[in-house]
Every structure is written in C-alpha cells, then in structure tokens.
Nanobody, 121 residues
Framework: QVQLVESGGGLVQPGGSLRLSCAASGSIFSVNTMGWYRQAPGKQRELVAAITSAGSTNYADSVKGRFTISRVNAKNTMYLQMNSLNPDDPAVYYC???????????????WGPGTQVTVSS
C-alpha cells in the first residue's frame, strides 16, 4: 500500500509565501513523475506543477516565476515553494505521484488527501 501525505498549507497574506511538502510511503519500488494539482470551490482540478524523477519540470502559466517544484528522490518527497501568493491561488492543493510498488512493481497514480491554502489579508 502506498500513501501520500501533504503538509504546509495554511493562511497567508497576499504577497506571502508557503512551502508545501508531500511524502510518499509504503512498499515503494520507485516514484516516477510527481505533481501538484489544485482545486478551488466551483472549479475543476488543475495542474499546478509536475516533476519527473530526472528533475524535469513543467508549470501552469499562472504560477510560472512564482512557484518552484522540487523533490528529494532518496526521501520520496516533493516540495512546492509558493511565493507572491495572490487571490487566484487559494485552493485545496493535492499531491500526486506515479509509483511502482508491491510484489509485482505495479505502477499506479496515487493522490494525497489535500491541504488547504488560503490567501487573505
């Protein structure tokens, strides 16, 4: 069984920063692409940023230059440094990872339960 757990969400003022973390645990053989999605009330879930195991990244246009995704492969952990947060950023942020796990090294996409990010003065 594989679990993803996010942490680091909270309340921040406009222009402020937060750092989200996502840790994968369980009977993991390898963690491949990892990513952050977000979903605001009444909106569809959208990709924020993703990173491959080799470190290649891609970002939504709305966060380029403000957010930075990174990972530590040895710890099966991913981060999202969010700077210059604005009123368009509040949402539940979800961690996802494609993980090979179990006795057959089967590869599936797993999701964390999400962490709330609120931007308010």
């Amino acid at each position: 069984q594989v679990q993803l757990v996010e942490s680091g969400g909270g309340l921040v003022q406009p222009g402020g920063s937060l750092r989200l973390s996502c840790a994968a645990s369980g009977s993991i053989f390898s963690v491949n692409t990892m990513g952050w999605y977000r979903q605001a009330p009444g909106k569809q879930r959208e990709l924020v940023a993703a990173i491959t195991s080799a470190g290649s990244t891609n970002y939504a246009d709305s966060v380029k230059g403000r957010f930075t995704i990174s990972r530590v492969n040895a710890k099966n952990t991913m981060y999202l440094q969010m700077n210059s947060l604005n009123p368009d950023d509040p949402a539940v942020y979800y961690c996802t990872a494609t993980v090979a796990a179990g006795p057959r090294f089967s590869e599936y996409a797993y999701w964390g339960p999400g962490t709330q990010v609120t931007v308010s003065s």
